[in-house]
């Protein structure tokens, strides 16, 4: 059984308390989600990590502050959760899809769908399950977790790996993911279950 990893916006602007769009509490998932990745590595689980790339003046920042724009401090990824094998899936339709330990994926959105290449690349690697952390769990977390779901496949957010915008909301995500057949997890039952094929 295939499993996929999949790391949800760990990027400076949001995992530092300088960050333009800081979600509480996340720098304490940087070792973790380090952890995580470099588990999948190990075991040749495909690691597949969204990151938000905007432009300056973005449609996006009519409702959030300016964040995670491309090419700037606060839109790297922290450099503990890269791996040194990657590629990148740009934005524009038909981008070539580099089939390496790690895929970051572009968004200029909350949801990794609007990415036109993200649906083919999932086809590509025809997971049988998804493992799903990051941030944050009331936005980016939850809507890649819910869109994963539709896929038909197993999916599972790990619960010690995520950070939410908002406790309340945060909590109340992972309620209707569970109720959309979504199961939850930790880090510990994760690297103690998982493998690239098992």
Known sequence: MLTVFVDVDTQLDFLLPAGALYVPGAERLIPVIARLNQFAAGVGIPLLSTTDAHRENDPEFRDWPPHCVAGTTGQH??????????????????API????????EKQSLDVFANPNFTPLL??????????????????????????????????????????????DGVRALEEFVARGGTLTTVNAVCAASSGTV
Request: glycine share 6%.
């Open 77 to 94: 990824k922290a450099c503990e959760t890269l791996l040194d094998n990657r590629s990148t899936l740009a934005m524009h339709a038909g």
């Open 98 to 105: 580099g089939l390496t330990p790690q895929i970051v994926i």
């Open 123 to 168: 086809a590509r690697l025809n997971a049988d399950r998804y493992v799903v952390y990051g941030v944050a769990t009331d936005y980016c977390v939850s809507i890649a977790a819910r869109g994963l779901l539709r896929t038909g496949k197993p999916v599972s957010i790990v619960t010690d790996a995520i950070a939410a915008v908002k406790a309340e």
